[in-house]
């Protein structure tokens, strides 16, 4: 645990709180529940064009055993042309956060 010593008084604003690293990390996960994304939203969210996704992060087989719905993943793969890509936002976002250093 880190301590800081100090004899001082620190306003905090009023449109402010202080919270703990392990409340503001379960927030941050409540915001992506239940969402879900469509490609464009994926799109802004790593800033990378869909083909680009799809090549390094969809169709690799690694990740397509994990992603895909129909194997228990989080990845609706469409199987017609006029269907849409759909994410699980939560489980999308934990998992480019685990694979980082091997998509990027």
Request: aromatic share 12%.
């Amino acid at each position: 645990m880190q301590h800081l010593n100090v004899n001082l008084t620190i306003p905090i604003p009023e449109d402010s709180v202080l919270i703990s690293k392990v409340e503001l990390k379960e927030l941050k996960k409540q915001e992506l529940a239940g969402v879900y994304w469509n490609m464009k939203d994926l799109e802004q969210r790593i800033r990378r064009k869909s083909e680009w996704i799809k090549e390094n992060i969809l169709y690799p087989t690694q990740f397509r055993k994990v992603l895909d719905s129909e194997n228990g993943g989080f990845v609706f793969y469409p199987k017609s042309k006029g269907q849409s890509w759909s994410f699980q936002a939560s489980r999308m976002a934990d998992f480019l956060d685990m694979h980082f250093n091997k998509i990027f």
